[in-house]
T-cell receptor, first 112, second 113 residues
Framework: AQSVTQPDIHITVSEGASLELRCNYS??????LFWYVQSPGQGLQLLLK??????LVQGIKGFEAEFKRSQSSFNLRKPSVHWSDAAEYFC??????????FGKGTSLLVTP | SAVISQKPSRDICQRGTSLTIQCQVD?????MFWYRQQPGQSLTLIAT?????????ESGFVIDKFPISRPNLTFSTLTVSNMSPEDSSIYLC??????????FGSGTRLTVV
């Protein structure tokens, strides 16, 4: 069955520290890959996406993600976290044109 | 990217009643998707709505509880029927925007009392 796994439910990092959020997927073929962020009481905001090509993808707000086919992973990274990055992060996967399948999310807490 | 207008943005409803949520897209799209986000949870796909055919429901969701209409390529409605407090969630519609990815409506925050 197709699945998306975000192993970390909660992550706490200090402001200015680096961040990596993990995402693994189980799909039959290379799917389309996405990272979304949701702040409390807010809607979903697309951070970045991967369809094909360069496996290192740059997104908004200084985020990047790397697609690793051999590991079926699409981890999200940021070199220096800001307090405003505290939010819920969702990895999502789809086969072309079909519905997105979301991971359970990772809640990021940023400490001073 | 496509723009979706979703309404209402929020509502408080009595148990046993029904609420219809509307999504209007500014371009023609083949498939529209409906999601539910329960408090503190991720998004779960309810159904996929294609114009001119019955919606396809995911496991755990049934047409009698969540009837969907898709009268044309720019509009869809989701009805939450015979509501109970367990239906209190955010409901979102989404479309696949070929070049952009997926666009989401702003969501309907439903509270059932």
């Amino acid at each position: 069955a197709q699945s998306v796994t975000q192993p970390d439910i909660h992550i706490t990092v200090s402001e200015g520290a680096s961040l990596e959020l993990r995402c693994n997927y189980s799909y039959g073929a290379t799917p389309y890959l996405f990272w979304y962020v949701q702040s409390p009481g807010q809607g979903l905001q697309l951070l970045l996406k991967y369809f094909s090509g360069d496996t290192l993808v740059q997104g908004i707000k200084g985020f990047e993600a790397e697609f690793k086919r051999s590991q079926s992973s699409f981890n999200l990274r940021k070199p220096s976290v800001h307090w405003s990055d505290a939010a819920e992060y969702f990895c999502a996967v789809s086969n072309s044109g079909y519905a997105l399948n979301f991971g359970k999310g990772t809640s990021l807490l940023v400490t001073p | 990217s496509a723009v979706i207008s979703q309404k209402p943005s929020r509502d408080i409803c009595q148990r046993g009643t029904s609420l219809t949520i509307q999504c209007q897209v500014d371009s023609q799209v083949t498939m529209m998707f409906w999601y539910r986000q329960q408090p503190g949870q991720s998004l779960t796909l309810i159904a996929t709505a294609n114009q001119g055919s019955e919606a396809t429901y995911e496991s755990g969701f049934v047409i009698d509880k969540f009837p969907i209409s898709r009268p044309n390529l720019t509009f869809s409605t989701l009805t939450v029927s015979n509501m109970s407090p367990e239906d209190s969630s955010i409901y979102l519609c989404s479309v696949n925007d070929r070049d952009y990815g997926y666009t989401f409506g702003s969501g309907t925050r439903l509270t059932v009392v």
